[in-house]
């Protein structure tokens, strides 16, 4: 897996969840386990079947975890950064509307919450860019300018 970029409160929430599921995600689905067998014969029992698929779900999502939380980089605001970077939020103006965004990585990206990923074409974008700085974006229905007005 790439780095993931995350944010302190994200992958202390990741940590959680990894740590939730490697034991009481774990004992759940032992347990049903358990109590699947004891309905006898497993080439037609539907609930050991569906036991194993929780299973399957469940040490995968772990894994994914593992790799991520592995891998990961704590997003920190770099000292006296005038330009856009990984974690910095940012105000531009859009068509006379102030937008704030926060350049995040893409495990955490939530548009509706103005999070965008560093991955995005507009997260690309803005990366590198400083206050003043117009920047211009091709979507489906056009070209958007952007104006960098504030780096947080």
Not at 116 to 138: R, T
Not at 140 to 150: L, Q, R, S, W
Request: aromatic share 6%; net charge negative.
């Amino acid at each position: 897996m790439n780095q993931a970029y995350l944010t302190k409160e994200r992958h202390a929430e990741l940590q959680a969840e990894f740590k939730n599921l490697k034991t009481e995600g774990r004992k759940a689905v032992a347990e049903r386990l358990k109590k699947a067998k004891e309905y006898g014969d497993l080439s037609e029992n539907s609930e050991y079947a569906e036991a194993k698929e929780e299973q399957d779900r469940l040490e995968r999502r772990i894994f994914e975890l593992e790799d991520m939380l592995k891998n990961a980089s704590i997003i920190e605001k770099p000292v006296g950064k005038d330009e856009v970077f990984v974690g910095a939020t940012i105000k531009v103006m859009k068509g006379g509307v102030e937008i704030s965004y926060q350049i995040v990585g893409s495990n955490e990206t939530k548009p509706e919450g103005g999070k965008i990923s560093n991955e995005s074409p507009l997260g690309m974008a803005f990366l590198g860019k400083k206050i003043g700085d117009v920047v211009k974006v091709k979507t489906p229905i056009g070209e958007v300018e952007y104006k960098i007005t504030a780096i947080e």
